[in-house]
């Protein structure tokens, strides 16, 4: 495993691209925000089309089949890993995997409180998995008896009863479907422990079932949002495929849109771009949030409210509901989407720890939503209490660490501010200084809400930010945090407690920048706390500036988070108000160069 690299447990099968958490502490880079999408390409999506996805920046994911019936237990034994790749996990033979749809009989299901469940949340669409990755069907398919019709004895169409229900309540109806099949006898590669050389697989042949069957959920539903496509990393699967697919999509229904993973772009994080190189509309960066989001193209971050996509009765690790809204506050920010995941038990009940989220959010949104509906990412490269979204000339800012003094800064914010006002409590007085460096508001001693309280700010024009830099502390020295910095190439910011830093250092041109305002030239010592793993970890790097450069190197330190701090020597910064501070690799001679969390700079007087 590379530096700071972590494969998601549901993706044991997957190259090594996947971040995996959330990446709250994260704050975008105003450049990175602002940067124009790239031009027109065969798969890019016209406007019109992603207009409503766009204004939406909210919706649910919900992962329900058969693997909810054993919720994580097979044999009267745990599984680890998360609940809808148990046949996987626990190495079950499909013969012995197909006796859970005579079991599967959710009387519980009620396709009207689900989506009032998701619309009371202030979601706007609803992605449900139409088939995960066991090849089990929630819908009545032509093409075979593998679905909830011909092999449970609820014989009802799942997704004949959600569809209606959920565009009554105002919102959109999408699928999710797997192209990764482990039941079909077609598809490859089979997995070990399953081999049935009695069947003779033709993978052709399973693309066009997949195709019969994509064709019927696009044709016998009504009009479709997206469809969302995964399990599409192994290598039978290939761009071409992907684009056939892509197409027979947008011919049967032109409006859908269609994710980054019907091609091999994977989560959205290097993947996918708009130059037509692979299919697909939007990135899909999972159980992680982007720390400068993903210029230049739409993306949606999908994420779950445990630990689990599928129903595991063992998972109560559940994120609070501030966690839930900051995290759709963050993504919005960014200029994403946020899409967050339930998994109903196999009787068809939403759990209720899942519901009682879901309603704390909708008590949120009925206050907040003007500040996350239509947005745009905000303009800060950072905001140390919270986030900003933006939408035409108003400014909407998230404060969610309350201030000991009742204020806060808005640093660089030059357009001149002519009301605000909290959403929550707009009878509450806000009182604002503004200076050329920026605009102060003095918000009081106690926060409006416990999760995230939101200043509604009108400008006299389209926000305008001067980034001026970080500046140094009382004594004139630099704490530059790792979530601060600006990211290129596959080097990036990871946020799980344990690490808190940038990984992923694997490639000689990755480049991890900050810019410091200096208000004269001086000498500085540099000091960074990294970690590298003893085995594939390691390496020389180089500290510039414009006017110096030194060299560094990360030697073992016993882990990937065992984190230590060394003096690399000292380096000149001229002055100036944003002056670039560069570390990039000299050499990586085991595959991964460390984990940087801090890089201290101490002026030497």
Same mark, same amino acid.
């Given at each position: 495993m590379l530096a700071g690299m972590s494969l998601h447990h549901t993706r044991s099968l997957a190259p090594l691209t996947l971040a995996l958490f959330c990446g709250l502490c994260e704050l975008p880079h105003a450049a990175a925000q602002h940067a124009p999408r790239a031009a027109a390409a065969p798969n890019t999506p016209d406007a019109d089309r992603m207009s409503w996805w766009r204004?939406? /920046?909210? $919706?649910?994911?919900?992962?329900?089949?058969?693997?909810?019936?054993?919720?994580?237990?097979? =044999?009267?034994?745990?599984?680890?890993?998360?609940g809808e790749w148990i046949l996987n996990s626990a190495q079950i033979k499909v013969a012995d995997y197909e006796p859970l749809a005579a079991q599967f009989n959710p009387v519980d299901f009620n396709a009207e409180q689900w989506a009032k469940a998701a619309a009371d949340a202030g979601m706007k669409y609803?992605?449900?998995?139409?088939?995960?990755?066991?090849?089990?069907?929630?819908?009545?398919?032509k093409h075979t008896t593998w679905d909830v019709a011909d092999a449970t004895p609820?014989?009802?169409?799942?997704?004949?009863?959600?569809?209606?229900?959920?565009?009554?309540?105002?919102?959109?109806?999408?699928?999710?479907?797997?192209?990764?099949?482990?039941?079909?006898?077609?598809?490859?590669?089979?997995?070990?422990?399953?081999?049935?050389?009695? &069947?003779?697989?033709?993978?052709?042949?399973f693309n066009t079932y997949l195709e019969s069957q994509v064709t019927e959920l696009l044709t016998n539903y009504g009009p479709i949002g997206v469809m969302w496509f995964?399990?599409?990393?192994? =290598?039978?699967?290939?761009?071409? /495929?992907?684009? +056939?697919?892509?197409?027979?999509?947008?011919?049967?229904? @032109?409006?859908?849109?269609?994710?980054? /993973?019907?091609?091999?772009?994977?989560?959205?994080?290097?993947?996918?771009?708009?130059? $037509?190189?692979?299919? $697909?509309?939007?990135? %899909?960066p999972e159980q992680e949030i982007p720390s400068t989001g993903i210029p230049?193209?739409?993306?949606?971050?999908?994420?779950?409210? =445990?630990? %689990?996509?599928?129903?595991?009765?063992?998972? &109560? =690790?559940? *994120?609070?509901? %501030?966690?839930?809204?900051?995290? #759709?506050?963050?993504?919005?920010? *960014?200029?994403?989407?946020?899409? #967050?995941?339930?998994?109903?038990?196999?009787?068809?009940?939403?759990?209720?720890?899942? !519901?009682? +989220?879901?309603?704390?959010?909708?008590?949120?949104? *009925?206050?907040?939503?003007?500040?996350?509906? $239509?947005?745009?990412?905000?303009?800060?490269?950072?905001?140390?209490f919270g986030r900003a979204t933006t939408k035409g000339n108003t400014l909407y800012v998230h404060v969610f660490d309350w201030p000991k003094d009742g204020s806060v800064r808005l640093p660089g914010l030059t357009t001149k501010v002519t009301t605000a006002a909290f959403l929550a409590a707009p009878g509450r007085s806000i009182d604002w200084t503004s200076d050329p460096d920026g605009v102060t508001l003095r918000l009081g001693e106690l926060?409006?809400? @416990?999760?995230?309280?939101?200043?509604?700010? %009108? !400008?006299?024009g389209a926000p305008a930010v001067v980034d001026a830099g970080i500046r140094p502390d009382a004594a004139g020295n630099f704490d530059l945090d790792a979530q601060d910095a600006e990211t290129t190439g596959s080097a990036r910011y990871e946020a799980e407690h344990d690490k808190r830093a940038i990984g992923f250092w694997t490639n000689h041109k990755d480049r991890v920048r900050w810019s410091v305002k200096t208000p004269d030239a001086g000498t500085y010592e540099v000091y960074i706390t990294y970690a590298s793993d003893p085995k594939i970890g390691g390496g020389t790097f180089r500290v510039s500036t414009s006017d110096a450069a030194i060299e560094g190197r990360a030697t073992p330190t016993g882990s990937w988070t065992d984190f230590r701090r060394e003096l690399v020597g000292s380096i000149r910064l001229p002055a100036g108000a944003s002056v670039p501070l560069d570390i990039t690799p000299i050499a990586i001679p085991n595959g991964a160069l460390m984990n #940087?969390?801090?890089v201290e700079l101490v002026r030497q007087k």
């Open positions: 204004e939406a /920046r909210f $919706g649910m994911f919900i992962h329900w089949g058969l693997y909810a019936i054993p919720a994580g237990e097979w =044999n009267g034994k745990p599984v680890g890993g998360v609803v992605v449900i998995t139409s088939k995960h990755h066991d090849g089990f069907c929630l819908f009545d398919s609820f014989k009802r169409d799942i997704l004949k009863e959600l569809a209606p229900a959920v565009r009554a309540q105002g919102m959109q109806m999408c699928w999710y479907h797997s192209i990764m099949d482990w039941h079909h006898p077609d598809y490859l590669p089979r997995r070990s422990w399953d081999p049935r050389p009695e &069947l003779k697989p033709d993978f052709d042949r995964d399990g599409e990393w192994e =290598n039978t699967w290939t761009n071409p /495929r992907g684009k +056939r697919l892509y197409d027979l999509c947008r011919a049967i229904q @032109p409006s859908v849109i269609v994710n980054n /993973r019907v091609g091999k772009g994977r989560q959205g994080m290097q993947g996918m771009t708009a130059d $037509g190189d692979h299919p $697909g509309d939007f990135g %899909t230049g193209v739409d993306w949606e971050s999908c994420m779950t409210m =445990n630990d %689990t996509w599928g129903f595991k009765k063992d998972d &109560l =690790n559940w *994120k609070s509901t %501030t966690t839930l809204v900051r995290n #759709l506050v963050d993504c919005a920010s *960014k200029g994403g989407n946020y899409l #967050l995941n339930v998994g109903p038990a196999a009787r068809g009940r939403i759990p209720d720890a899942s !519901l009682d +989220r879901l309603r704390e959010i909708g008590q949120w949104m *009925k206050l907040n939503s003007a500040s996350i509906y $239509g947005t745009q990412a905000g303009p800060f490269r950072k905001l140390p926060p409006v809400d @416990p999760h995230a309280s939101v200043i509604e700010i %009108t !400008l006299a #940087l969390r801090r």
